[in-house]
């Protein structure tokens, strides 16, 4: 058993300390430290696997949503995922660790809506197991889907010159969890962006099979942690156009009232989109609807991440991305 007297490990830390200790093996092409692990099957096929886990308190609380779109919400970041790599979902493993005062019906709720977004992406849940919890409710998912061998998409692989994407529009989910917490009730729009997201399977694929990109995450820590992910793992750096940053209407007329919402869209969290790195120029025209994707800036040679402000000034966010041990 290997033990350690390390204290106060940030969560990337955390997984790195992990990943050392766990090593490698010659039945996966990829282990710890990607969305997901690849294990190469027969037929010229790749497994992939990822699990996560969904705390009462930390990543939800029951009076801001209702059952159904919880369910919901739990199946689709896991299924956001397979997208990250650009796979197809096929089988989820639920585990849920349920409390006393939760009833039968809300229960009934919960997998509902859980099903209903496992079956909108053609999987199916295969598996899982329940207990009690003498705390809040917990849930662990594990999600398992295919790619032909070869196309999946991992955080290394981006190259100097490669332009910077991402898909659809950022910041809405942070916005709408800070309304939330402060009281108030989020726009329609936003709120649906916080409480049922949207995977980007099919964005994903496409990227993948025509290989469009060079290295791929979806953004659920926020856009500079996980492009960030791709960087380090790619060995280079980053220059981010602020301008360029795709924002919803109801985030434009928040940031309107309050200039600094922007580090919202720059590293709050939970967008679920896809960003990516693609030696092509004009992607957006090439990837044509029903997807939209922004190029925002461009991969360099020098390391690190530089954010460009509109004046020509460099821009300092001022928020990190989320680290549950931070």
Same mark, same amino acid.
């Given at each position: 058993?290997?033990?350690?007297?390390?204290?106060?490990?940030?969560?990337?830390?955390?997984?790195?300390?992990?990943?050392?200790?766990?090593?490698?093996?010659?039945?996966?092409?990829?282990?710890?430290?990607?969305?997901?692990?690849?294990?190469?099957?027969?037929?010229?096929?790749?497994?992939?696997?990822?699990?996560?886990?969904?705390?009462?308190?930390?990543?939800?609380?029951?009076?801001?949503?209702?059952?159904?779109?919880?369910?919901?919400?739990?199946?689709?970041?896991?299924?956001?995922?397979?997208?990250?790599?650009?796979?197809?979902?096929?089988?989820?493993?639920?585990?849920?660790?349920?409390?006393?005062?939760?009833?039968?019906?809300?229960?009934?709720?919960?997998?509902?809506?859980?099903?209903?977004?496992?079956?909108?992406?053609?999987?199916?849940?295969?598996?899982?197991?329940?207990?009690?919890?003498?705390?809040?409710?917990?849930?662990?998912?594990?999600?398992?889907?295919?790619?032909?061998?070869?196309?999946?998409?991992?955080?290394?692989?981006?190259?100097?010159?490669?332009?910077?994407?991402?898909?659809?529009?950022?910041?809405?989910?942070?916005?709408?969890?800070?309304?939330?917490?402060?009281?108030?009730?989020?726009?329609?729009?936003?709120?649906?962006?916080?409480?049922?997201?949207?995977?980007?399977?099919?964005?994903?694929?496409? $990227? #993948? !099979?025509?290989?469009?990109?060079?290295?791929?995450? %979806?953004?659920?820590?926020?856009? +500079? *942690?996980?492009? =960030?992910?791709?960087?380090?793992?790619?060995?280079?750096?980053?220059?981010?156009?602020?301008?360029?940053?795709? $924002? #919803? !209407?109801?985030?434009?007329?928040?940031?309107?009232? %309050?200039?600094?919402?922007?580090? +919202? *869209?720059?590293? =709050?969290?939970?967008?679920?989109?896809?960003?990516?790195?693609?030696?092509?120029?004009?992607?957006?025209?090439?990837?044509?609807?029903?997807?939209?994707?922004?190029?925002?800036?461009?991969?360099?040679?020098?390391?690190?991440?530089?954010?460009?402000?509109?004046?020509?000034?460099?821009?300092?966010?001022?928020?990190?991305?989320?680290?549950?041990?931070?």
């Amino acid at each position: 058993m290997v033990t350690s007297k390390k204290t106060g490990l940030q969560e990337f830390e955390l997984i790195r300390w992990i990943q050392r200790q766990a090593g490698s093996s010659s039945h996966l092409t990829m282990g710890i430290g990607d969305d997901c692990s690849i294990q190469p099957q027969h037929a010229g096929q790749d497994l992939l696997t990822s699990t996560d886990l969904f705390i009462e308190g930390i990543h939800f609380k029951r009076e801001w949503s209702n059952w159904f779109d919880l369910g919901r919400k739990a199946a689709a970041v896991n299924i956001s995922d397979i997208a990250a790599m650009g796979g197809t979902p096929q089988s989820l493993y639920l585990g849920i660790g349920r409390p006393k005062e939760i009833s039968d019906g809300e229960m009934e709720e919960f997998l509902s809506g859980f099903l209903t977004e496992t079956r909108k992406y053609g999987a199916v849940l295969a598996g899982g197991d329940t207990c009690g919890s003498l705390g809040g409710l917990m849930i662990s998912v594990t999600v398992q889907g295919t790619v032909t061998s070869g196309e999946a998409l991992c955080r290394q692989g981006a190259s100097y010159g490669d332009a910077i994407y991402v898909s659809g529009s950022l910041g809405d989910s942070a916005l709408a969890l800070q309304l939330l917490q402060c009281g108030k009730q989020p726009d329609s729009g936003l709120v649906e962006r916080f409480h049922t997201p949207t995977p980007q399977v099919e964005l994903g694929q496409k $990227l #993948s !099979k025509r290989q469009l990109a060079t290295a791929m995450l %979806d953004i659920s820590d926020g856009l +500079l *942690a996980d492009l =960030g992910h791709i960087l380090t793992a790619s060995g280079v750096g980053a220059e981010l156009e602020m301008a360029d940053l795709p $924002l #919803s !209407k109801p985030f434009q007329k928040a940031l309107q009232a %309050d200039p600094g919402l922007i580090d +919202l *869209a720059l590293a =709050g969290g939970e967008d679920y989109e896809l960003v990516f790195t693609s030696p092509l120029k004009d992607l957006a025209v090439q990837i044509g609807s029903p997807h939209t994707v922004t190029r925002i800036g461009a991969v360099s040679q020098e390391p690190g991440l530089r954010i460009h402000h509109p004046d020509g000034e460099l821009y300092r966010c001022q928020r990190g991305g989320f680290d549950h041990f931070a």
